[in-house]
T-cell receptor, first 116, second 112 residues
Framework: DVKVTQSSRYLVKRTGEKVFLECVQD?????MFWYRQDPGLGLRLIYF???????EKGDIPEGYSVSREKKERFSLILESASTNQTSMYLC???????????????FGPGTRLLVL | DQQVKQNSPSLSVQEGRISILNCDYT??????FLWYKKYPAEGPTFLISISSIKDKNEDGRFTVFLNKSAKHLSLHIVPSQPGDSAVYFC???????????FGTGTSLTVIP
């Protein structure tokens, strides 16, 4: 069974703080993703990575950075947290494509971040 | 620009009846489509998928229909159960691609 874990389920931070969200997957997947989920906006891609030390910007990368030093771990960093970054953050992983069979993304449980 | 759209933010259905969730996409290069289910405070879980070589895929109570010419897919749940109450996201990708594009979600409530 694929497991994607996120370091915190709930987090409360102050404006201006540096915030680290950690994600670990145990299926040796090449691809890892960070999304945020907001009401009415669905899942929006922040960053993704298809290999160690590789990263690609998603749709809303502003105010965020990422780090992928090991294959199983993908970190999302909020350099200076702001109130508009209050959201549910979801990490996902998937095998690199193309593959002989279709694959899906596997999600972690999410981190609900509140920035005061 | 939103490439995958779910125009109904919410849907209420009586238990035992059919739930139909709809999804439209704009990118004709998409050839692989998925539905995810999400409960509050949990990550989305994969429900069912379909590739563009098919127009229907069935898994128990869940059936996904794909109309490529209309760039439209739908998820049918029959019969609907209270435990199906959740937010449903459709997603699309290219089979050879590594990125998934998600819709905004439809919140389904199944009334006992």
């Amino acid at each position: 069974d694929v497991k994607v874990t996120q370091s915190s389920r709930y987090l409360v931070k102050r404006t201006g703080e540096k915030v680290f969200l950690e994600c670990v997957q145990d299926m040796d997947h090449e691809n890892m993703f960070w999304y945020r989920q907001d009401p009415g906006l669905g899942l929006r891609l922040i960053y993704f990575s298809y290999d160690v030390k590789m990263k690609e910007k998603g749709d809303i990368p502003e105010g965020y950075s990422v780090s992928r030093e090991k294959k199983e771990r993908f970190s999302l960093i909020l350099e200076s947290a702001s109130t508009n970054q209050t959201s549910m953050y979801l990490c996902a992983s998937s095998p690199y494509r193309p593959l002989p069979k279709q694959e899906t993304q596997y999600f972690g449980p999410g981190t609900r971040l509140l920035v005061l | 620009d939103q490439q995958v759209k779910q125009n109904s933010p919410s849907l209420s259905v009586q238990e035992g009846r059919i739930s139909i969730l709809n999804c439209d996409y704009t990118n004709s290069m998409f050839d692989y489509f998925l539905w995810y289910k999400k409960y509050p405070a949990e990550g989305p879980t994969f429900l069912i998928s379909i590739s563009s070589i098919k127009d229907k895929n069935e898994d128990g109570r869940f059936t996904v229909f794909l109309n490529k010419s209309a760039k439209h897919l739908s998820l049918h749940i029959v019969p609907s159960q209270p435990g199906d109450s959740a937010v449903y996201f459709c997603a699309a990708s290219q089979i050879t691609g590594n990125q998934f594009y998600f819709g905004t979600g439809t919140s389904l409530t199944v009334i006992p």
